[in-house]
C-alpha cells in the first residue's frame, strides 16, 4: 500500500503572488535535491465543499458556564489523483477524547481531533447538483456553506517510490463576499510504498494484508526526511508549517477504506484553513 503526509504552508498575506513563489521555491528545491525528479505532465486537482453546523440555539445565549461550541464540518471532497470520476461526502465530528501527542518522526500519527463518519462516494458530475438542489435546501438550519477550497492546478513529481503533490490553496467564501478568493496557503503531500509495492495509490494489495508497526515508523522517517531536504532553504516568511499523517489504524485490509484514510487525512488539513 501507500502511505502519506500533507503539509500545509501558511500564507499569512493570502494573496496568489506569495503562494505562486512559494510554490517556485519548493519546486526547484526538489529539482536540486532530487535529480531523479521526473514532473509529470498531468496536473492534479482537488475541491472540498465545506460546511459548517449550525449551534443549537441554546449554545447561542450568553452562558459564562457553558463551554464553547465546538463546530462540526460536511466535506464534499474531490481529490483527482484518488478517484478522478468520484467525490466524497462525510462529517467530521469533534473527537469524543483529546487527540494524543505525537512525539516526534517516525512514531505513529496522533489521533485527529475530529473523527468521520461514514463516506458516501459519489459521482463527481452529480456534486454540484447534490451540494446545491439537496443539501442546502434541505439542512439550511443545520448547516451553513463556509467556504470552498481548490487545487486547480497542482504539480506532480515522481521521485522513484515517492510521489510529490504540490498546490496553491484558493479559497472563496460562499454567500455575499463570494466573489473574494484569498490564497491562504499552499499544500504539499508526500506519498511512500509502505510494505508490499503495487500501484500508484496502493489499492491493490490484498484485503488481508496489514501494515507492520516498523513498516510505519520507516516510511513516516522517509516522510520527514524528505520534507526535511525539501524545504531546507526555502523562505516560508511568516508562513508556518503543519504536518497532517495518514492516520493507519482501522484502515487496514480494504481498498475502500484505504481510500477513506486519505480523504480523511486531506479533510483535516483543510479543515484548518476553513
Not at 499569512?12 to 525528479?37: G, M, N
Not at 483529546?98 to 516526534?104: D, I, V
Not at 467556504?147 to 497542482?154: C, D, I, K, S
Not at 490564497?183 to 494489495?205: A, E, H, M
Request: charged residues 20%; proline residues 7%.
Amino acid at each position: 500500500m501507500k502511505y502519506s503526509g500533507v503539509f500545509l504552508i501558511s500564507n499569512p498575506s493570502a494573496q496568489l503572488d506569495a503562494s505562486r513563489k512559494l510554490v517556485s521555491a519548493l519546486v526547484h528545491s526538489i529539482e536540486a535535491h532530487a535529480h531523479s525528479a521526473n514532473r509529470q505532465p498531468e496536473a492534479w486537482t482537488l475541491t472540498d465543499l465545506i460546511l459548517r453546523d449550525v449551534p443549537p440555539q441554546q449554545s447561542t445565549q450568553s452562558n459564562n458556564n457553558a463551554p464553547p461550541w465546538t463546530h462540526s464540518y460536511m466535506h464534499n471532497l474531490h481529490l483527482s489523483y484518488l478517484s478522478p470520476d468520484s467525490a466524497y461526502i462525510f462529517v467530521q465530528r469533534p473527537a469524543l477524547h483529546p487527540p494524543m501527542k505525537q512525539e516526534g518522526a517516525g512514531q505513529q500519527a496522533a489521533t485527529p481531533a475530529y473523527t468521520a463518519s461514514e463516506m458516501v462516494q459519489i459521482p463527481r458530475e452529480q456534486t454540484a447538483e447534490l451540494y446545491n438542489n439537496h443539501i442546502l435546501p434541505a439542512w439550511s438550519q443545520l448547516w451553513t456553506p463556509q467556504r470552498t477550497l481548490e487545487v486547480p492546478y497542482g504539480i506532480v513529481y515522481k521521485i522513484r517510490d515517492t510521489t510529490i503533490h504540490i498546490g496553491e490553496l484558493h479559497s472563496k467564501r460562499q454567500g455575499p463576499q463570494s466573489a473574494n478568493v484569498l490564497y491562504p496557503g499552499v499544500v504539499v503531500c508526500i506519498t511512500r510504498t509502505c510494505g508490499t509495492s503495487d500501484d500508484d495509490l496502493g489499492l491493490k494489495q490484498s484485503s488481508d494484508e496489514r501494515l507492520a508497526p516498523d513498516d510505519i515508523a520507516d516510511v513516516q522517517k522517509d516522510i520527514h526526511q524528505l520534507w526535511k531536504d525539501v524545504s531546507a532553504g526555502v523562505d516560508f516568511g511568516k508562513g508556518e508549517t503543519r504536518e497532517f499523517m495518514q492516520i493507519v489504524q482501522d484502515f487496514e485490509g480494504s481498498k475502500e477504506k484505504e481510500r477513506e484514510a486519505v480523504v480523511q487525512m486531506w479533510a483535516e488539513a483543510l479543515r484548518m484553513r476553513g
